[in-house]
């Protein structure tokens, strides 16, 4: 039976057209479903259409887009009609009467259905942040389904995109009505929202429609139909969140027998207001489901094609298989009032205050020829890059977004590795948990506990040749070691391990044919510090790359084409808006007149050379508070320019924290993320979860994470830093901290690197604080200007017991000299040692000049009176203080007991007097003094004692040598004496710095 359809034309009037609907009509839809179909229903069906189509003016709409097409733009027809039969009908084999090809065959054309006066729920939360969930569903119970196939296709598409995509969370196996509204409402509880939800099974009849076949909610492996009705109510509420369904089920855009009011599912669920609804009208190949799922992940995440630009390529592929009918089945259901370019899955084209990263070379634009000079040095053999530029200028994004992907694809992912280094406070240990990463892998995942990590940071630290030698066992891979902000071993490094560092990299790349380059990324103002170090200057000076200024096609460049990747626009006059602001800072009014008028020392880095971050973090604020996929006006007023951007944004947050009480807590944060500049500008610092944890147990972790989700803070599991310098600069309440608390940071920072220095070493003594600067910590810590993390701690308290115990000795030394020369005069005492040391020597000579006279046994006995009296010189001054001047006398003195001996030896040569075994018992008795000396006095006479054994050990066996060991052994005692106590009273001499308490 003709029914009349009506077409409303542009004027407000109608054009009216009959279809036949026949036996015969339904017969041949019938047909093209099953897979033995005669190829000619598809011509006799294009006809057909062709012909209804004739009298609403179609051929002149087939001009206008075989013109279209012809000219390599895409066109959207849409087919909105409130008759649910015409659903049912193939449109895509509408029939071109020029070419003969099909609708649907058309390259560049893109057929949308939608059913009138529906409209699409608003997206909550709008905007859509980046990164929103692909949830993957499916089911066997209506059969098998190539359920591992799709998934690894999802999966591989997002790791080639980067896009989050967790198979733990985000894959609904064996999928029932109730597990995939519980995935729903979960999803909605965490607030993370589904940007698509791709639905796997069969489909099945559900009476005089068809519905999807899942498995029932008892948990038996059961099949449960679930209709287009069920299906509408589960997601309805989830229509905000969830922004495309994808059904890879026969049949799930089939509304059925004519007539039936329910529809097909996905005329129900766009019926609902999800936004964009893709399903296949007949039944769907296990090869062709397989196929359109690659193509269409890979085309949006990867390629980053809108959904209509994605499923034109998927229909292509399709198409390719001329004995399935899968490309003429798959359909979208859509308004024309969303617009030509849906995005479901939502990408952030710009990087905030973060560096671009290897993942982001889709969006990294303006510095192509930068890359191209920089990849010809290195693939040239060039084996050191130092690149040079202001802070700001994007040396870190040139490397890693830049250089890096390109020469990966150079040279080949499984020939290049390429290792990301910072140096922070322990270069040696940065670099080991690099080397030790797995590709891909974080730093973050590697532990600096794992044994070979800590065996190879310590063969970094002692053997120059570790990291050649690590090298050279993969030689046909080349290694390439990024030195991230190479300022840091300047600035923060410990000295020791940041030398190691250094010459462990040079000599890696001296060696000839060797596979280790190195590309260093240096501030400008570190550069004079940089050329300073010896071994540094000449390779830094003949591998400099100069960083200029971005142009402002450059810049232009990268701010319209990353937009245009995403389906981004901005309304007229903005981006030139943004260029000026950028170019020029005195270009936007809606600055304040004080910070136009900023010195050009606060201002570097910001402008200029330095203004990447600025424009970066501007065009993500942008971004993240656009209206659709349009940028405007309104929303650059609001966030105040670019200068505006992030002092607004960091004030946002700090308010966010002073509601909860804790912006000293931020100020606390911030001191620990500045290093102080010496004779350069301030700069950020990373610093130890662990070290933040410790200020401020329990409270720190969630100060951290609200700034890290505002991205002025970039955090990975174990360290955390300021995402850009520019926030040091730019942020007004920032920089009035530091200068506030400039003192006492400067103190905050050596103590933090003393003390990791002094734990990391073995916990020496002589590398605690004493003096004054202990005395300055204690005091800014008394009065609660220093908050300290429990390492630091633990160092300033032993230094002040250590300093305390020091005191105390000297106290303790000053009262026995006291005490003893309150007892003995101090001129007495001298006399008496003069005399005793007198008679000794008188009675050593007298003995001498009667050797012959008398026996051995009398002089023995005189000799040992002699080491007697020396020894009760020596007692007496270990037990009083050798502090003064006095006591410095009587020591030489006393110590000078072997003089007597070594004048009575060369008088008995004057006089003749025989060398015999009377020496050897001098020089017993010189042993004997030695002795004592190292005993009682400096355990540095030690040395003495050896030295006289060798020569009463030479003389007894041969006394030939008594005479020259007489006149050689006594000698150097006096000489070692001289000048152990020659560095006793240097020392002393210098005015003592009373320590603190």
């Known amino acids: 039976m003709p029914q ?69 733009e895409r066109v959207v027809l849409t087919l909105r009609s409130a008759a649910a039969e015409l659903y049912a009908l193939p449109w895509e084999l509408v029939t071109l009467k020029a070419t003969g090809q099909h609708l649907g065959e058309l390259p560049s054309l893109i057929l949308r259905y939608e059913w009138p006066e529906t409209t699409t729920v608003p997206e909550n939360p709008s905007p859509r942040p980046s990164g929103s969930r692909i949830v993957f569903a499916w089911s066997a119970a209506g059969g098998a389904v190539p359920a591992a196939e799709q998934l690894e296709a999802i999966h591989e598409a997002c790791a080639a995109g980067t896009y989050p995509f967790d198979v733990a969370r985000d894959v609904v196996a064996n999928a029932s009505f109730q597990r995939i509204s519980e995935a729903l409402a979960q999803a909605q509880r965490d607030s993370t929202p589904i940007a698509v939800l791709h639905l796997l099974c069969h489909g099945a009849t559900a009476g005089s429609t068809f519905g999807l076949a899942l498995n029932d909610d008892s948990g038996n492996g059961g099949a449960a139909v679930v209709d287009a009705g069920r299906l509408r109510a589960l997601l309805a509420p989830y229509a905000g969140m969830v922004r495309l369904v994808v059904l890879q089920a026969c049949d799930s855009s089939n509304s059925g027998a004519l007539g039936n009011q329910l529809g097909s599912v996905a005329q129900a669920l766009h019926r609902a207001g999800i936004a964009t609804v893709l399903a296949s009208r007949y039944p769907l190949s296990i090869a062709g489901s397989i196929r359109l799922t690659q193509a269409l992940y ?108 390109v020469l990966a694809r150079q040279l080949g992912d499984r020939s290049l590795r390429v290792r990301v280094v910072r140096p922070g406070a322990t270069p040696c240990l940065a670099l080991a948990l690099a080397l030790c990463s797995i590709d891909g892998q974080a730093k973050s995942a590697v532990s600096p506990s794992e044994r070979p990590v800590a065996e190879l940071r310590r063969g970094l630290l002692k053997r120059r040749q570790t990291l050649a030698e690590l090298a050279a066992a993969t030689p046909d891979t080349r290694l390439l070691i990024v030195v991230d902000q190479a300022e840091e071993l300047f600035s923060q490094s410990d000295r020791a391990e940041a030398t190691a560092f250094i010459e462990g990299l040079l000599h890696a790349i001296a060696i000839a044919d060797g596979p280790v380059a190195v590309v260093l990324t240096l501030r400008a103002d570190f550069l004079g510090v940089c050329l300073d170090q010896p071994t540094l200057a000449e390779p830094v000076r003949e591998s400099m790359e100069l960083i200029l200024p971005l142009g402002r096609d450059d810049l232009q460049q990268a701010i319209l084409r990353p937009a245009a990747l995403v ?49 970066q973090f501007t065009l993500e604020q942008l971004w993240e508070r656009r209206s659709g996929n349009t940028i405007t006006w309104h929303t650059w007023r609001a966030i105040g320019g670019v200068r505006g951007a992030i002092t607004r944004r960091a004030d946002d947050i700090l308010a966010a924290s002073r509601k909860s009480d804790e912006t000293s807590l931020v100020q606390k944060l911030f001191g620990r993320l500045v290093q102080l500049g010496e004779g350069t500008l301030d700069t950020r610092r990373r610093a130890q979860r662990s070290e933040l944890e410790s200020i401020a147990p329990g409270h720190m972790a969630r100060v951290v994470a609200r700034w890290v989700d505002a991205r002025l803070l970039t955090a990975d599991e174990s360290e955390v830093t ?250 150097l005692d006096i000489l070692f004496m001289s000048w152990l106590y020659g560095r006793h009273a240097g020392r002393e001499s210098q005015p003592a710095e009373p320590p603190a308490t």
């Open 4 to 72: 009349e359809y009506l077409l409303r034309t542009a004027g407000g009037g109608f054009e009216s057209a009959q279809l036949a609907w026949s036996e015969a009509l339904l017969a041949e839809l019938a047909a093209l479903r099953r897979p033995d179909r005669d190829p000619a229903i598809l011509s006799r069906l294009g006809e057909f259409l062709r012909s209804f189509l004739a009298p609403l003016g179609f051929a002149q709409h087939e001009q206008q887009i075989l013109h279209a097409c012809s000219r390599g």
């Open 298 to 405: 890979r085309r949006m995440l990867v390629d980053l094609d809108s959904l209509e630009s994605a499923v034109l390529f998927a229909r292509r592929d399709l198409a390719k298989d001329p004995s399935r009918l899968d490309w003429a089945g798959v359909q979208i259901y859509g308004r024309a009032s969303d617009g030509d370019d849906a995005r479901p899955v939502v990408f952030r084209p710009y990087r905030g205050l973060s560096a671009f990263q290897p993942g982001d070379r889709r969006f990294y634009f303006g510095r192509e020829r930068d890359i191209d000079r920089i990849v010809k040095l290195l693939s040239s053999g060039s084996r050191l890059v130092t690149l040079v530029g202001a802070s700001g200028a994007g040396k870190s994004s040139l490397i890693l977004a830049g250089v890096v992907p």
């Open 567 to 615: 389906g981004l626009g901005f309304e007229e006059g903005l981006v030139d808006a943004l260029l000026d602001a950028i170019c020029d800072a005195g270009a936007v009014s809606s600055e304040p007149q004080a910070e136009r008028d900023l010195a050009p020392e606060r201002r570097l880095g910001t402008l200029g050379v330095g203004s990447l971050p600025l424009l």
């Open 722 to 971: 300021i995402a850009h310098e520019a926030l040091l600069y730019e942020w007004e309440t920032l920089r009035r901290w530091i200068d506030d608390s400039r003192e006492s940071l400067r103190v905050l920072q050596r103590l933090s690197r003393d003390s990791r220095h002094y734990f990391g070493n073995g916990e020496i003594a002589d590398d605690l604080w004493h003096g004054s600067p202990l005395r300055r910590a204690l005091a800014l810590q008394h009065e609660g200007k220093l908050q300290l993390s429990d390492e630091e701690a633990t160092f300033l308290q032993r230094s002040a017991q250590a300093a305390a115990a020091h005191q105390a000795l000297l106290e303790q030394q000053a009262k026995r000299a006291r005490d003893l020369d309150a007892g003995l005069g101090g001129k007495a005492r001298t006399v008496a040692i003069l005399a005793l040391v007198a008679a000794g020597g008188a009675l050593h000579f007298i003995a001498r000049m009667r050797l012959r006279e008398i026996g051995h046994e009398l002089y023995m006995l005189m000799t040992v009176l002699v080491a007697a009296l020396g020894a009760v010189m020596l007692l007496m001054l270990k037990h009083s203080s050798i502090n003064n001047e006095f006591n410095r006398r009587t020591l030489s003195l006393c110590m000078t007991a072997t003089g007597p001996i070594f004048v009575n030896h060369w008088i008995g040569l004057v006089f003749g007097f025989p060398s015999d075994q009377s020496s050897v018992i001098d020089l017993n008795i010189i042993l004997m003094l030695c002795i004592v000396g190292a005993i009682t006095l400096d355990a540095r006479l030690s040395a003495l004692v050896g030295l006289n054994v060798i020569g009463i050990l030479i003389a007894t066996q041969k006394p030939q040598w008594i005479g020259p060991i007489m006149a050689i052994f006594p000698t």
